[in-house]
C-alpha cells in the first residue's frame, strides 16, 4: 500500500484546506418588524413569515 515519502508540511497543508471554511448564514430583515431573520423562516421576533402571523408572541 502507498505510503507518503515525506512529512506534508503546514504550509501545504493550510494551502489545500483554504477552500473549507465556514461561512455566516445568510440573513434577511423581516418586512414587517425589521428584525434580523433567515430567509425561509418565520420571524422568531414578530411570529410573521409571508405576511401573516404564524406564531403567537407576546409584544
Same mark, same amino acid.
Given at each position: 500500500?502507498?505510503? &507518503?515519502?515525506?512529512?506534508?508540511?503546514?504550509?501545504?497543508?493550510?494551502?489545500?484546506?483554504? $477552500?473549507?471554511?465556514?461561512?455566516? &448564514?445568510?440573513? !434577511? !430583515?423581516?418586512?414587517?418588524?425589521?428584525?434580523?431573520?433567515?430567509? $425561509? $423562516?418565520?420571524?422568531?421576533?414578530?411570529? !410573521?413569515?409571508?405576511?401573516?402571523?404564524?406564531?403567537?408572541?407576546?409584544?
Amino acid at each position: 500500500m502507498p505510503v &507518503p515519502k515525506r512529512k506534508t508540511s503546514k504550509s501545504k497543508r493550510d494551502k489545500r484546506r483554504t $477552500h473549507q471554511k465556514t461561512e455566516a &448564514p445568510n440573513v !434577511s !430583515s423581516c418586512p414587517e418588524c425589521g428584525e434580523a431573520k433567515l430567509p $425561509h $423562516h418565520a420571524c422568531p421576533a414578530c411570529g !410573521s413569515y409571508k405576511g401573516r402571523t404564524v406564531i403567537e408572541t407576546e409584544e
